[in-house]
């Protein structure tokens, strides 16, 4: 089974930077495609960014684009979410979610992925 575990969040102010971390284990991390979402309270999760399981394509969310970047390591079974120019509009919970195998084509909705962690909380401050 796989697991996915988020570090990395907390509060930073209005311009700053942060860099999301998501370790996978249970499975082998190359085959799997993989996927940043983020969620406020009283609203739906939103795809914020993904990269695919093989040449590593990556494809953003208008919101973040230029802003976010995601990477992946494989030696390491991690993927990363890296942000700059952060607003308080990022303040959000954000998970880290898998897909056996996905491409950037199938992996833009929430029910695309298959496992998904159990979110960390970030907080822009103006």
């Known amino acids: 089974q796989v697991q996915l575990v988020e570090s990395g969040g907390g509060l930073v102010q209005a311009g700053g930077s942060l860099r999301l971390s998501c370790a996978l284990s249970g499975r082998t991390f190359a085959h799997y495609g993989m996927g940043w979402f983020r969620q406020t309270p009283g609203k739906e999760r939103e795809f914020v960014a993904a990269i695919s399981w093989s040449v590593g394509t990556t494809y953003y969310a208008d919101s973040v684009k230029d802003r976010f970047t995601i990477s992946r390591d494989n030696a390491k079974n991690m993927v990363y979410l890296q942000m700059h120019s952060l607003i308080p509009e990022d303040t959000a919970v954000y998970y880290c979610?898998?897909?056996?195998?996905?491409?950037?084509?199938?992996?833009?909705?929430?029910?695309?992925?298959?496992?998904w962690g159990q979110g960390i909380q970030v907080t822009v401050s103006s």
């Open positions: 979610a898998a897909r056996r195998f996905g491409t950037i084509a199938i992996m833009t909705r929430s029910p695309d992925f298959d496992f």
